[in-house]
Nanobody, 119 residues
Framework: QVQLVESGGGLVQPGGSLRLSCAAS????????IGWFRQAPGKEREVVSC?????SYHDSVKGRFTISRDSAKNTVYLQMNRLKPEDTAVYYC???????????????WGKGTLVTVSS
């Protein structure tokens, strides 16, 4: 059974940092394209960052967020720096077999972790 479990969300002040983790069981993340998505209240889910053979980022997070893999821990991270109130959302990780694009149709999804940026 494949599971993706996100963690690391919470309440942070504007300008602060958080590191989200996406831990996998049942699959080896090195063989998958991994995406981080977010959904804010009243808005559609959007891709924040994607890692396959290369890394990509939504324009709104470029220079602030970094996606990375830890093969030994079978985990993908999203380091989020200089957080803004508009980053507030539920953050999800998702996986798709092989080299792929990140989209809402990815194969496996976690249940999400809430990030709230507020003073």
């Amino acid at each position: 059974q494949v599971q993706l479990v996100e963690s690391g969300g919470g309440l942070v002040q504007p300008g602060g940092s958080l590191r989200l983790s996406c831990a996998a069981s049942g699959i080896i993340l090195d063989y998958y394209t991994i995406g981080w998505f977010r959904q804010a209240p009243g808005k559609e889910r959007e891709v924040v960052s994607c890692i396959s053979g290369h890394r990509s980022y939504h324009d709104s997070v470029k220079g602030r967020f970094t996606i990375s893999r830890d093969s030994a821990k079978n985990t993908v991270y999203l380091q989020m720096n200089r957080l803004k109130p508009e980053d507030t959302a539920v953050y999800y990780c998702a996986a798709e077999t092989g080299i792929s694009i990140c989209s809402n149709g990815m194969e496996y999804w976690g249940k999400g972790t809430l990030v709230t940026v507020s003073s």
